[in-house]
């Protein structure tokens, strides 16, 4: 950027870049960055409004921190730029943590537009593992779990531990000489982990014991290290002046409530006194963090503490890319978000399910545009288009399975019961895909019920469907008699009579299919790593592994960069994993030319994918 100041100056004259950005305190980074003064945009628009502060022909305007950049805040500059002949330049990373007004206007530049240039080389870490490993959890690639993983990056464990582990790595990296961050999502948290630091600072003599209280209920003295956390341009400091994210050593606790402070990182010893009023409402203790907060910080190390199910994938990302020589993440793996399910022993799987969560789970505000594309995209998603398939097939054939329970032996009351569970729906939809198959469901479901040994059992819809599995994998299904998969993943509803029923199963599956094509169509404009998972030597198999793969993927909302990620631990899920890893698991690795070049092959019209 400051290279590119000089040449626009040479061009246009000395004062002809303008540098903006949405808080202070990166206004405050970008100065630095340009070696000129700059300013945030609120403050910007609002000299602007006033009439005071206006761009000039020729002139260029850098925003940094775009993503933080809100839509209507940016709309007020870049239009007044156009009117004038000046040029706005929107420098980030789309990827991080978004406005919180109104944003996503950044997002959909970078994703609509085509002339958008973007850095390829990453220069932060020192490691060159965790320089790929960025990218991949910048866009939410599931597979990069397991990279942290094996270098000992994520750390499970109970709540009370992991907060333990990190505050101890921390202090370790501090007591060492390292600049460090200690990140955490909840306001909570991160005032409990400042609480504990001051504490032990205390209790080490860098702290004096008497302080004044604080906004968060924390106090603040002598030793500590603080945040301020609102424009106040009346309290300077020379040429500068108290903004909202500044660092501050407390240098002296006054009876009245105020605080003398020297700013943190700077050489002079020029101290400030921030009034009793500003401290009670706008200062906190500096030690904790959190990701918005460590947005734009560069330290040697990182701990980030994820333990509940408000961190998204955007705030993962910041707070796992601060350090440059480690970043570690402390995963609380028995909080209430948890399924009863995943409070088991294997402390490392319940952790990588929880970041798998988190990957696909962004939260960065989109544009009123992206929003609509978006809804509608999911909308024409095998994943509401099957879900819709599977709901209307199960009520269309829910008199027919419950004839065959009866006709097996079973009790109307226990039946009932069946009903109502969650196995139900996962038994009916494995009768559809073996009668789709080919085997006889009439004759096969009342045989293995008249089987016996359901009394006391507690989940008779999971046994039924183990004891069809077993009886089905011991012979081959009768081809004539096979009604296929819907995309190669959905099994195909038979024996509905309903004639409204009938037709709503047939739209839909006459839109998966489409939504399939429109998929491989994208593919083949835009590879992905996965391809590379095709036999050259099957064409026809080929197609018929990389359409189940993508429905697989689209119905699941998988973003790994290998074919079908990892191992789910859902059973709905695992279904069509295991289904998808069938077609797949004969295909050898070739080159994704090769792989793309078999989706494009003409499809025979006899085989129905």
């Given at each position: 950027?400051?290279?590119?100041?000089?040449?626009?100056?040479?061009?246009?004259?000395?004062?002809?870049?303008?540098?903006?950005?949405?808080?202070?305190?990166?206004?405050?980074?970008?100065?630095?960055?340009?070696?000129?003064?700059?300013?945030?945009?609120?403050?910007?628009?609002?000299?602007?409004?006033?009439?005071?502060?206006?761009?000039?022909?020729?002139?260029?305007?850098?925003?940094?921190?775009?993503?933080?950049?809100?839509?209507?805040?940016?709309?007020?500059?870049?239009?007044?730029?156009?009117?004038?002949?000046?040029?706005?330049?929107?420098?980030?990373?789309?990827?991080?943590?978004?406005?919180?007004?109104?944003?996503?206007?950044?997002?959909?530049?970078?994703?609509?537009?085509?002339?958008?240039?973007?850095?390829?080389?990453?220069?932060?870490?020192?490691?060159?593992?965790?320089?790929?490993?960025?990218?991949?959890?910048?866009?939410?690639?599931?597979?990069?779990?397991?990279?942290?993983?094996?270098?000992?990056?994520?750390?499970?464990?109970?709540?009370?531990?992991?907060?333990?582990?990190?505050?101890?790595?921390?202090?370790?990296?501090?007591?060492?000489?390292?600049?460090?961050?200690?990140?955490?999502?909840?306001?909570?948290?991160?005032?409990?982990?400042?609480?504990?630091?001051?504490?032990?600072?205390?209790?080490?003599?860098?702290?004096?014991?008497?302080?004044?209280?604080?906004?968060?209920?924390?106090?603040?003295?002598?030793?500590?290290?603080?945040?301020?956390?609102?424009?106040?341009?009346?309290?300077?400091?020379?040429?500068?002046?108290?903004?909202?994210?500044?660092?501050?050593?407390?240098?002296?606790?006054?009876?009245?409530?105020?605080?003398?402070?020297?700013?943190?990182?700077?050489?002079?010893?020029?101290?400030?006194?921030?009034?009793?009023s500003y401290v009670a409402e706008h200062v906190e203790?500096?030690?904790?963090?959190?990701?918005?907060?460590?947005?734009?910080?560069?330290?040697?190390?990182?701990?980030?503490?994820?333990?509940?199910?408000?961190?998204?994938?955007?705030?993962?990302?910041?707070?796992?890319?601060?350090?440059?020589?480690?970043?570690?993440?402390?995963?609380?793996?028995?909080?209430?978000?948890?399924?009863?399910?995943?409070?088991?022993?294997?402390?490392?799987?319940?952790?990588?399910?929880?970041?798998?969560?988190?990957?696909?789970?962004?939260?960065?505000?989109?544009?009123?545009?992206?929003?609509?594309?978006?809804?509608?995209?999911?909308?024409?998603?095998?994943?509401?288009?099957?879900?819709?398939?599977?709901?209307?097939?199960?009520?269309?054939?829910?008199?027919?399975?419950?004839?065959?329970?009866?006709?097996?032996?079973?009790?109307?009351?226990?039946?009932?019961?069946?009903?109502?569970?969650?196995?139900?729906?996962?038994?009916?939809?494995?009768?559809?895909?073996?009668?789709?198959?080919?085997?006889?469901?009439?004759?096969?479901?009342?045989?293995?019920?008249?089987?016996?040994?359901?009394?006391?059992?507690?989940?008779?819809?999971?046994?039924?469907?183990?004891?069809?599995?077993?009886?089905?994998?011991?012979?081959?299904?009768?081809?004539?008699?096979?009604?296929?998969?819907?995309?190669?993943?959905?099994?195909?509803?038979?024996?509905?009579?309903?004639?409204?029923?009938?037709?709503?199963?047939?739209?839909?599956?006459?839109?998966?299919?489409?939504?399939?094509?429109?998929?491989?169509?994208?593919?083949?404009?835009?590879?992905?790593?996965?391809?590379?998972?095709?036999?050259?030597?099957?064409?026809?198999?080929?197609?018929a592994a990389a359409r189940a793969i993508i429905a697989?993927?689209?119905?699941?909302?998988?973003?790994?960069?290998?074919?079908?990620?990892?191992?789910?631990?859902?059973?709905?899920?695992?279904?069509?994993?295991?289904?998808?890893?069938?077609?797949?698991?004969?295909?050898?690795?070739?080159?994704?030319?090769?792989?793309?070049?078999?989706?494009?092959?003409?499809?025979?019209?006899?085989?129905?994918?």
């Amino acid at each position: 950027m400051r290279a590119l100041r000089r040449a626009w100056e040479r061009r246009y004259g000395t004062g002809s870049v303008t540098g903006l950005a949405p808080s202070a305190a990166a206004a405050d980074v970008l100065a630095g960055d340009l070696e000129i003064g700059t300013e945030n945009t609120a403050k910007w628009l609002h000299e602007h409004r006033l009439g005071r502060w206006n761009l000039t022909r020729g002139q260029l305007v850098i925003i940094d921190e775009a993503s933080l950049g809100g839509t209507f805040a940016l709309d007020a500059v870049t239009s007044h730029a156009q009117q004038v002949g000046a040029k706005v330049l929107l420098v980030g990373d789309w990827a991080q943590l978004a406005s919180v007004d109104a944003g996503g206007a950044f997002g959909m530049l970078v994703r609509d537009r085509g002339d958008v240039p973007e850095l390829v080389d990453v220069r932060r870490f020192r490691n060159d593992w965790e320089k790929q490993a960025s990218l991949q959890l910048r866009i939410g690639d599931t597979d990069v779990i397991d990279t942290y993983i094996r270098h000992g990056r994520v750390v499970p464990g109970g709540y009370d531990e992991i907060l333990e582990a990190a505050y101890q790595a921390w202090r370790t990296d501090l007591a060492t000489g390292k600049s460090t961050v200690l990140i955490a999502e909840t306001l909570d948290t991160v005032s409990a982990l400042n609480t504990r630091a001051r504490t032990d600072r205390i209790v080490q003599g860098d702290v004096a014991v008497d302080g004044v209280k604080l906004h968060d209920g924390n106090e603040a003295s002598r030793g500590d290290l603080i945040i301020t956390r609102e424009n106040n341009r009346r309290l300077s400091l020379g040429r500068s002046w108290v903004k909202n994210g500044d660092r501050w050593h407390v240098t002296h606790a006054n009876d009245d409530g105020s605080l003398t402070v020297r700013r943190a990182g700077s050489k002079r010893r020029t101290t400030i006194t921030l009034p009793a009023s500003y401290v009670a409402e706008h200062v906190e203790l500096g030690y904790a963090v959190t990701a918005h907060r460590a947005q734009g910080s560069t330290v040697d190390t990182a701990h980030a503490v994820v333990h509940s199910p408000e961190v998204t994938r955007e705030s993962l990302y910041v707070a796992m890319t601060r350090g440059r020589e480690s970043n570690r993440v402390y995963v609380a793996t028995d909080e209430h978000h948890l399924e009863e399910h995943q409070h088991r022993e294997d402390l490392q799987n319940t952790a990588r399910s929880i970041l798998y969560g988190i990957l696909q789970h962004p939260g960065a505000e989109l544009s009123a545009h992206d929003t609509i594309t978006v809804e509608q995209d999911f909308w024409g998603s095998l994943e509401q288009l099957a879900a819709e398939y599977d709901t209307i097939a199960q009520v269309a054939g829910q008199e027919r399975w419950i004839a065959l329970l009866h006709a097996g032996g079973l009790t109307a009351e226990t039946i009932d019961e069946l009903v109502e569970t969650d196995a139900f729906g996962i038994l009916t939809t494995e009768l559809r895909r073996l009668e789709a198959d080919g085997h006889d469901i009439d004759s096969l479901l009342p045989r293995i019920i008249q089987v016996g040994g359901l009394d006391e059992v507690q989940d008779l819809g999971s046994l039924l469907r183990y004891r069809l599995q077993r009886i089905t994998a011991a012979y081959q299904p009768a081809p004539q008699r096979a009604a296929g998969m819907i995309a190669g993943l959905v099994p195909r509803a038979t024996g509905i009579t309903d004639p409204a029923m009938r037709q709503a199963l047939d739209e839909r599956e006459q839109l998966m299919e489409q939504r399939i094509d429109a998929l491989v169509e994208n593919l083949l404009k835009q590879p992905e790593p996965w391809l590379t998972g095709l036999d050259e030597t099957a064409p026809a198999e080929g197609e018929a592994a990389a359409r189940a793969i993508i429905a697989y993927r689209d119905r699941w909302g998988v973003t790994s960069s290998s074919p079908l990620g990892a191992v789910p631990g859902d059973d709905a899920q695992r279904i069509d994993y295991e289904r998808a890893q069938a077609q797949l698991s004969a295909m050898t690795s070739r080159d994704g030319e090769h792989a793309a070049a078999l989706l494009s092959a003409p499809r025979t019209s006899e085989r129905r994918l």
